[in-house]
């Protein structure tokens, strides 16, 4: 069983920076992992996906913005945001599934202020 603890989450003003990381229990070596986030009244949605080869996909609204990468050697996740909108207000969320079984860390909330 994996654990995920999310951190770096915060209140930022429109246009800054904040860079999360999702930090496993176990090796992550061979697993893809995501970012996902959910908005107040909205579903959750995938933002960004790293294979264990290292390759990515993001969502159309962070691409350029966002970065996920991974450091296998910490077990951790990151995803670096920049030139946030208030639109990216959500609580984020880290996510592998591992032998069929889908894991989710408890959620770190990121608001952006206008």
């Known amino acids: 069983q994996v654990q995920l603890v999310e951190s770096g989450g915060g209140l930022v003003q429109a246009g800054g920076s904040l860079r999360l990381s999702c930090a496993a229990s176990?090796?992550?070596?061979?697993?893809?992992m995501a970012w996902y986030r959910q908005a107040p009244g909205k579903q959750r949605e995938v933002v960004a996906t790293i294979t264990w080869s290292a390759s990515t996909n993001y969502a159309d609204s962070v691409k350029g913005r966002f970065t996920i990468s991974r450091d296998n050697a910490k077990n951790t996740v990151y995803l670096q945001m920049s030139s946030l909108k208030p639109e990216d207000t959500a609580v984020y969320y880290c996510h592998t599934q591992q032998w069929g079984t889908n894991y989710w860390g408890q959620g770190t909330q990121v608001t952006v202020s206008s």
């Open positions: 176990g090796s992550i070596f061979t697993f893809n």
